[in-house]
């Protein structure tokens, strides 16, 4: 009963950062928290960025990709953008692994912060100019810097987590 | 140079197309589908238009589902601040009570003259029954201000029709699924509708600012508006019908701000009229 207990918290662990994805693609509260004012961030790039880079076995590209979808949905987007954006994210991740040997969570941010700069021009550019639909530069400007700082307490969030899902 | 390059090459390389053991997909694939689904998403055709549809239905259910908590939370903690409220806000309905009652009767008489005086030169009179639907979803995006309502081309809603909260316009229809529709409201960014600012009878166009108040386009550079200015839409363009009050001036959070009447983060349900189907 009590292996049984252990294995089911294992399993949840071991699913949290996909279940943290879904939740805030899904949820309202996810980004764009217009009830406390500037204090808006994007949980999704953050989740997507730490365990792309950390461990992609956790979130595999398909289900990020299906993320994507449903956020487009939920937010009234046209498809198909989200999912491109998350994965110019998981493309930055990717390469950051591929050329780190010792791995720190200034350098990691340093190309978060770039990533981000670029997902977020993507974003706009995309839906400015191929879609048409106006945008605050302002409001993008301090989503993007909330995310860049709440990146620090979210890794180390993730990084006490994740031995306890193994 | 040449080795760095090489490896800058092979790191990238390896990025897009080097699949791990649990990934079913490489990234290079993914995004390639991405940007065919994009393109997909600009087109009109009737096949892409039902899968949309059918995505839209499961997601806004889903979506629903997964942020009943927070709203319950979020319903909760109102509650909560309202009920403390009560005895401050009861001496205060009290006064606009007995401020209304006297004005009523005016109203009344101005009404059926109104109407008589509609009737006597042709125009269209229409009635203030609607669908009455609940907000499922109200997430506002960085880029979207819209809400999701539980009511689609099954209800008889059509794209195109005024959503109102107390008989206040607060936004049009703009998507239509079989039992859910989606709603952009007059604050966004691309919200721009033509009104009439009363007194004085000045055709203007309100404008959305994406934040929860909005602005009174091109009107006269001599104009002055103070806080007594109440917006009615216009009618103008046939988009929406004359006389729905949408807010009043206040020029404190910006020079022809309009406050909306309706709190939009706090809507839950609406009507949704059609022009066509409340002529009488």
């Known amino acids: 009963m009590v292996q049984k207990k252990i294995k089911l918290l294992n399993k949840l662990l071991k699913h949290f950062p996909?279940?943290?994805?879904?939740?805030?693609?899904?949820?309202?509260?996810?980004?764009?928290?217009?009830?406390?004012?500037?204090l808006s961030f994007n949980l999704p790039f953050i989740i997507i960025f730490y365990w792309s880079l950390k461990?992609?076995?956790?979130?595999?590209?398909?289900?990020?990709?299906?993320?994507g979808i449903l956020n487009d949905v939920t937010l009234g987007y046209p498809i198909g953008v989200s999912s491109f954006i998350y994965l110019t994210i998981i493309?930055?991740?990717?390469?950051?692994?591929?050329?780190?040997?010792?791995?720190?969570?200034?350098?990691?941010?340093?190309?978060?912060?770039?990533?981000?700069?670029?997902?977020?021009?993507?974003?706009?550019?995309?839906?400015?100019?191929?879609?048409?639909?106006?945008?605050?530069?302002?409001?993008?400007?301090?989503?993007?810097?909330?995310?860049?700082?709440l990146y620090f307490l979210f890794a180390r969030i993730f990084n006490y987590l994740k031995p306890m899902s193994v | 140079m040449a080795s760095s390059r090489d490896d800058f090459v092979i790191a990238v390389r390896s990025a897009f197309l080097k699949k791990s053991n649990k990934q079913q997909f490489s990234l290079l694939a993914l995004i390639l589908f991405s940007i065919f689904l994009i393109f997909l998403s600009n087109l009109n055709?009737?096949?892409?238009?039902?899968?949309?549809i059918g995505v839209n239905e499961a997601t806004y259910r889903l979506s629903s589902m997964v942020s009943y908590p927070e709203k319950k939370i979020n319903d909760s903690l109102r509650f909560l601040s309202e009920y403390f409220n009560v005895y401050k806000e009861n001496q205060n309905l009290k006064n606009q009570i007995d401020k209304l009652n006297s004005k009523k009767l005016n109203y009344i008489f101005l009404e059926n003259e109104n109407k008589k005086l509609k009737e006597l030169i042709g125009e269209n009179i229409y009635?203030?029954?609607g669908i009455i639907s609940k907000v499922l979803i109200g997430k506002e995006g960085k880029y979207l201000k819209s809400i999701i309502l539980n009511k689609g081309s099954r209800d008889g809603i059509?794209?195109?029709?005024?959503?109102l909260e107390k008989n206040y316009l607060i936004g049009q229809i703009i998507e239509v699924n079989y039992t859910t529709s989606r709603a952009i409201l007059i604050s966004d960014l691309n919200s721009n509708i033509p009104v009439v600012l009363e007194p004085g009878s000045f055709q203007s166009i309100l404008s959305g600012t994406g934040k929860d108040y909005g602005k009174i386009k091109y009107s006269k550079n001599k104009l002055i508006l103070d806080e007594k200015t109440i917006v009615y839409t216009s009618g103008s363009g046939g988009n929406f019908r004359a006389g729905l009050p949408i807010g009043k001036i206040n020029n404190n959070l910006e020079t022809f701000?309009?406050?909306?009447?309706?709190?939009?983060?706090?809507?839950?349900?609406?009507?949704?009229?059609?022009?066509?189907?409340?002529?009488?």
Request: aromatic share 16%.
């Open chain 1, 18 to 38: 996909l279940i943290l994805l879904y939740f805030s693609v899904l949820n309202e509260f996810d980004i764009d928290v217009a009830s406390l004012g500037l």
């Open chain 1, 55 to 67: 461990d992609p076995d956790y979130i595999g590209n398909g289900l990020i990709f299906i993320s």
């Open chain 1, 91 to 149: 493309a930055f991740a990717a390469y950051l692994r591929n050329i780190t040997l010792r791995p720190n969570v200034f350098k990691d941010s340093i190309v978060f912060l770039v990533a981000l700069l670029f997902a977020n021009s993507l974003n706009a550019s995309i839906l400015s100019f191929i879609f048409s639909i106006e945008i605050i530069f302002f409001e993008i400007l301090v989503n993007i810097t909330f995310t860049f700082l």
């Open chain 2, 45 to 52: 055709y009737v096949g892409i238009k039902y899968i949309k």
């Open chain 2, 127 to 129: 009635n203030s029954e």
């Open chain 2, 158 to 163: 059509k794209k195109g029709m005024v959503v």
């Open chain 2, 257 to 280: 701000a309009v406050e909306f009447f309706s709190d939009l983060s706090q809507i839950t349900y609406v009507i949704i009229q059609s022009i066509e189907g409340q002529k009488e």
